[in-house]
């Protein structure tokens, strides 16, 4: 690689790293937000928070990586045409398409990293996720036992502890079910421990009472007991059935086990195709958006305020690309056969930068120098 190339190339993925790292953040508290609030507020801990968050990261990495390829491409070319230093190599013979080498580099190193996101960290990470959801929604101490606060793990159950000893032993414990409109329930005990066999969690009562009234007759019986086990099983695991995430199976899987997974899950060839196909798709259009970044930056000519209309311009142009995307998946989805259709943003992207790339090599004044017909008594050539 020439030296102007590297020197490029390097300026081109410093700035990649940096416009990334910073909106990978901006995504990231984002999320964090409605994290922190769910996991903290069922008493998780920080540590598993922050496991949380790593583990969406492959997923916000994967939404800015565009993004940021297109900021850094723009960004610096604007900086070596302002600062002369694209005008230099163009004064000596470079053409466009010879000074576009480091964004398509550019384009290429993005396009692998994010088929290493999409192809192995993401799918292993949401695998991870749905395990540690899994976890968090049977971790009976997070979701039911808070010390000194009324509960209602289920309609028509309250539950009141008084205390946790360091130990995990329950003081002063007292739980109401009125689920059964004609009974109702109460136990209080003085202690009491959690058992877990299995996917079964139950509540041993120590030294306690147990009043059970019949609404019918309105009758209260009570009885002491030396201790009692309460299943608690429905009141941690209601409503909580894992589902069969797509995103979440490796890509030798999706190729190789097709008929398996359709079988097993019973969705369509058509979404399962749409899933694998844009995991290329992400990474080619990473080429395509390095490309549109550059060519957009060369169609103006010097300018020591920049080139920011043409930016603009090139931003207007990503949007377009990223609509384009949004709407050739659901024809995927309906017809399998119609994958191709996921790579046209592609197409799209590097096709509107070879023009642009072939009118910066030939500007518009050129192609109409070479129609407009001149004068007879050459005004017009003067002109």
């Known amino acids: ?188 005990s003085a202690q009491a421990y ?28 009570t009885t002491r007991f030396a201790d009692f086990s309460y299943d608690i099983t429905s009141l941690v695991t209601q409503d909580r059935q894992t589902s069969f995430d797509l995103r979440g199976v490796s890509t030798p899987a999706l190729i190789w086990d097709r008929d398996e997974i359709l079988a097993q899950e019973g969705m369509s060839l058509g979404r399962l195709v749409e899933e694998l196909h844009q995991r290329f798709a992400w990474a080619t259009v990473c080429v395509a958006v390095a490309l549109v970044g550059f060519a957009t930056l060369t169609l103006g000519g010097y300018s020591r305020f920049g080139q920011w209309p043409q930016a603009l311009g090139g931003f207007v142009i990503l949007i377009g690309l990223e609509i384009l995307r949004g709407m050739v998946a659901p024809p995927v989805v309906r017809s399998p056969d119609l994958w191709p259709l996921l790579y046209l943003p592609t197409l799209a992207g590097v096709m509107i930068a070879s023009l642009f790339l072939a009118l910066a090599g030939r500007p518009v004044r050129v192609l109409l120098a070479g129609i407009w017909p001149p004068s007879r008594d050459g005004r017009a050539d003067a002109a």
Do not use: C
């Not at 190599?89 to 999409?118: F, N």
């Open 194 to 221: 959690l058992v877990r066999e299995g996917q079964r969690a139950s509540l041993v009562m120590v030294d306690g009472t147990a009043q059970q009234l019949a609404t019918a007759t309105g009758t209260l019986s």
């Open 1 to 188: 690689m020439h030296r102007y190339d590297r020197y490029v190339l390097s300026q081109y993925l410093l700035f990649f790293g940096f416009f990334a790292l910073i909106l990978v953040i901006v995504f990231w508290i984002n999320r964090a937000v409605s994290l922190f609030d769910r996991l903290i507020g069922d008493g998780q801990s920080a540590m598993v928070f922050l496991e949380f968050t790593a583990l969406i990261l492959p997923t916000l990495i994967r939404t800015v990586m565009p993004i940021s390829v297109f900021v850094a491409a723009a960004y610096v070319t604007n900086r070596l045409m302002r600062e002369s230093e694209m005008t230099v190599m163009q004064a000596t013979g470079s053409s466009p398409w010879r000074l576009a080498r480091p964004a398509l580099a550019l384009g290429l190193t993005a396009a692998l990293m994010m088929a290493i996101l999409t192809n192995v960290l993401r799918p292993a990470s949401i695998t991870q996720l749905e395990l540690r959801e899994a976890e968090v929604a049977q971790n009976v101490t997070a979701s039911l036992l808070k010390a000194g606060t009324f509960l209602h793990p289920a309609g028509g159950v309250t539950v009141y502890i008084r205390e946790i000893a360091p130990d995990g032993t329950l003081r002063d414990l007292y739980l109401s079910d009125r689920r059964d409109p004609n009974e109702g329930q109460t136990y209080t």
